[in-house]
């Protein structure tokens, strides 16, 4: 009998323990949903107003508070290299790759967004390495623009007529005005298997024309250019803008 009145008074015991316990949680997490609110709004607020390194703070606190939010971290780096703080950029994002419990979503976009980083900070080895890895992955035509670009500025010629051709199959378009350019300035350095791939898929465009002339240009008139996309103004006739690196641009 004493034994069962024991009970009777620890079970209600308990059970206030308990509730206020429960109470306590739900009082620190609406105060900290509330507080997290606050600084998401101030950080959209900063972005707004192009206020990159004061949102990045705001960020980086965010994310000390809850360690476990990858997304959080992942906008940090992003934040981190449009402001051009490129090494903490690389830091948070090669970080959360050794996150054990990463899922494979979020691993391919850190990898993605690591790539970025390496192109910023001009590591290009590694920014193509990063890129290659995410070729079976949702972001592989981001991966492939990206590698066409970076083939394209390293006048990595053949490797750009392979990445065009992969985006031509990829999404069921032509990107014959830009392989054209490609087998030029491999034609242009004595290449004459590119000279006659190209003379077959485009005689008509005046640069393929201009292959026969010892200067590889055609004769204009004019001593002044403007790309027709950024308006930037050469001297020189240009194949490709040198500021917008837009191909056919010249007027």
């Not at 990858?70 to 830091?91: N, T």
């Not at 008509?204 to 250019?225: G, I, M, Q, Y």
């Not at 001297?235 to 040198?242: E, P």
Request: proline content about 2%; charged content about 30%; overall charge neutral.
């Amino acid at each position: 009998m004493e034994i069962e009145l024991w009970w009777l008074l620890v079970l209600p015991l308990m059970f206030i323990v308990g509730w206020i316990s429960a109470n306590w949680d739900r009082k620190q997490q609406k105060d900290f949903k509330d507080e997290a609110s606050n600084d998401f709004e101030q950080i959209i607020l900063f972005l707004s107003d192009e206020k990159i390194t004061e949102a990045s703070k705001l960020l980086l606190n965010a994310a000390k508070k809850d360690p476990n939010s990858y997304l959080l971290q992942l906008s940090l780096g992003v934040l981190y290299r449009k402001s051009g703080l490129i090494d903490r950029a690389i830091e948070v994002h090669a970080s959360l790759l050794l996150v054990k419990d990463l899922s494979k979503k979020y691993k391919d976009w850190v990898v993605f967004e690591l790539a970025k980083d390496y192109l910023e900070a001009g590591l290009y080895d590694r920014a193509y390495l990063s890129l290659e890895l995410l070729e079976k992955t949702r972001f592989v035509e981001d991966s492939l623009q990206l590698r066409l670009s970076l083939a394209q500025r390293l006048r990595n010629w053949p490797q750009a007529i392979i990445l065009a051709e992969k985006l031509e199959k990829k999404n069921k378009i032509s990107l014959q005005h830009i392989k054209i350019h490609f087998l030029c300035e491999l034609a242009e350095k004595g290449d004459q298997s590119a000279k006659a791939k190209v003379k077959e898929l485009s005689f008509d465009h005046p640069r393929v024309r201009a292959l026969d002339s010892e200067s590889h240009e055609p004769n204009f008139s004019k001593n002044s250019f403007v790309c027709n996309v950024c308006d930037a103004k050469f001297s020189d006739h240009f194949w490709r803008c040198h500021v917008c690196n837009t191909w056919d641009s010249a007027n």
